[in-house]
């Protein structure tokens, strides 16, 4: 039948090339991007699964970035720590020194005057040892954030020279001096230091005798912290290590839904690209083929 009003080959010819362009489109899209599900009509029911797998993942590894964070946080406050720890090794061996009775009165005092020195030097450490310029040696716990659920939270005790149990804010606490009582202006083993007030001298050999057992007392204390600090960073680190495992396999579920095959997808580019150009050439043919009823006309 020669008919003019309807050209049926034309037509599936050009539906073809519609339906062939959207196949185009995705694939070039996929191809450019890497991506399968660019658009959320490109996979409906597992776009959201895929975004929300995107989302642990990058939550994940903010919260092992935070974990690090307070992995160089304690460190700084135990590297601190190693130099009061120095600093009260060489207070022992001065205050031992200065309680002999082989040393001349202005032997002592030379003694004495570095004593104070390193003391200053102790409540130095502590003040201006800062991380992101927060003081860090204080006794301040610092919670880590996660993303969700509940972080670990840093338990940093208190390593100023005058704490002690009486005054401490949380019973839980240790603290570096190891000491139960204020420094109150007389000497006692079991008292805490106090570099800015009186008597804190070891011009006699009583004196130096007391501080060595503050001192003791005090290395006992610092080491206990250290060992606390060392747990933490430990502990630390192996959540760290769980946490990285955890955000590979995040990404990588994500990626095995929502990233493109490249093989498949240049696959169909090729093909969709192919029946691109036999369509426009059998839809030139079709509208050429009704050009022929015109003979009859003549």
């Known amino acids: 039948m020669t008919i ?6 034309a037509q599936r010819a050009a539906t073809t090339m519609t339906r062939n362009d959207k196949v185009m489109n995705t694939a070039m ?3 450019s991007t890497g991506v399968k599900l660019n658009q959320s009509e490109d996979g409906s029911a597992t776009i959201g699964v895929y975004k929300g797998l995107q989302v642990q993942a990058a939550t994940t590894r903010v919260a092992i970035d935070n974990i690090n964070n307070g992995i160089s946080y304690l460190r700084t406050v135990d590297d601190a720590g190693a130099a009061i720890e120095n600093l009260l090794i060489r207070m022992k061996e001065i205050a031992t ?6 040393l001349e009165q202005d032997q002592i005092d030379s003694l004495d005057v570095e004593f104070g020195m390193l003391g200053d030097q102790w409540d130095r450490i502590v003040s201006e040892t800062k991380w992101n310029g927060k003081a860090v040696m204080e006794g301040a716990d610092v919670a880590i954030g996660m993303g969700q659920g509940t972080g670990p939270t840093l338990k940093v005790d208190d ?3 005058t704490a002690n149990d009486v005054v401490a804010a949380d019973a839980n606490k240790q603290i570096a001096t190891g000491a139960l009582l204020a420094q109150d202006g007389t000497p006692g083993a079991t008292k805490a230091f106090n570099f800015t007030g009186d008597n804190m001298d070891i011009d006699a050999a009583s004196d130096a005798v007391t501080f060595m057992a503050q001192i003791n007392n005090a290395l006992i204390g610092i080491g206990n912290l250290r060992a606390e600090l060392g747990a933490q960073i430990n502990g630390l680190k192996a959540s760290a290590d769980s946490l990285v495992d955890l955000a590979d396999r995040y990404e990588s579920n994500a990626s095995a839904i929502g990233d493109a095959d490249y093989a498949s997808e240049t696959a169909k580019l090729a093909t ?10 059998m839809l030139a043919q079709a509208n050429a083929q009704k050009g022929t009823v015109l003979s009859l006309l003549q």
């Open 4 to 9: 003019l009003n309807y050209n049926v080959a």
């Open 29 to 31: 899209s996929r191809l």
């Open 97 to 102: 020194e200065a309680a002999t009775g082989t």
């Open 159 to 161: 390593w100023r020279s």
């Open 272 to 281: 969709a690209q192919i029946v691109s150009q036999a369509a426009t050439a």
